[in-house]
């Protein structure tokens, strides 16, 4: 167990439709990392949160946001889903930047749309 | 753009055999290559990290090796379990800061009896 929580485990929607993908970080870690990985595709970085604020931004689409709230869990919201947004969402966390320090993964969500 | 390329994409042995799995990479300059262990529908997590400045970490039956200069890295499974089952990740990231880790798309592993 790697200490972050991530819900709903599966999802599934249709085209069209918005979705929230949540997740708890490790206690003690300030940096929530999201991740989507579609099938047979290594992780594409999303986006970066650090104590609240957003630190970095990967390859999101406009359709999607997120956000870190005071308590530290994270939410990311997916829009106008398409069928191409079927995918695994990973939420990862660590103390500080990733680049230098160990990263925790959740299970993840696996988001479904028909 | 860097790159982080693994091989080969995929590999079956039988159960107590050894296999080593490879990492190029074009990051420069990096601070750490990682090797992670993604099981089917699950998180990755850490087998390794390693800097720069380090050849070789070992994590049980897992070894991990490292050429700066050639930019490669391997990981060395021994006496494999059905277990060992699952996708292998390299990441590099580098001293940039922010978020700047550059995924490979993993070598899929499995190992049967």
């Known amino acids: 167990d790697s200490g972050v929580t991530q819900t709903p485990k599966h999802l599934i929607t249709a085209t069209g439709q918005r979705v929230t993908l949540r997740c708890s970080p490790r206690?003690?870690?300030?940096?929530v990392y999201w991740y989507q990985q579609s099938l047979d595709q290594g992780l594409q970085f999303l986006i970066q949160?650090?104590?609240?604020?957003?630190?970095a931004k990967g390859n999101i689409l406009e359709r999607f946001s997120a956000q870190q709230f005071p308590d530290l869990h994270s939410e990311l919201n997916l829009s106008s889903l398409e069928l191409g947004d079927s995918a695994l969402y990973f939420c990862a966390s660590s103390v500080v930047q990733a680049s230098s320090g160990e990263l925790f993964f959740g299970e993840g969500s696996r988001l479904t749309v028909l | 753009k860097n790159q982080v390329e693994q091989s080969p994409q995929s590999l079956i042995i039988l159960e107590g055999k050894n296999c080593t799995l490879q990492?190029?990479?074009?990051?420069?300059?990096?601070?750490?290559l990682r090797w992670y262990k993604q099981d089917t529908g699950r998180g990755p997590v850490s087998l390794t990290i390693?800097?720069?400045?380090?050849n070789t970490k070992s994590n049980g039956r897992y070894t991990a090796t490292l050429d700066a200069d050639t930019k490669q890295s391997s990981l060395h499974i021994t006496a494999s379990q059905l277990s060992d089952s699952a996708s292998y990740i390299c990441v590099v990231s580098d001293p940039g800061g922010g978020n700047k880790l550059t995924f490979g798309t993993g070598t899929q592993l499995k190992v049967e009896l």
């Open positions: 206690s003690g870690d300030l940096s």
């Open positions: 990492c190029n990479y074009t990051v420069s300059p990096f601070s750490n």
């Open positions: 390693m800097t720069f400045s380090e």
């Open positions: 949160y650090y104590n609240g604020e957003e630190r």
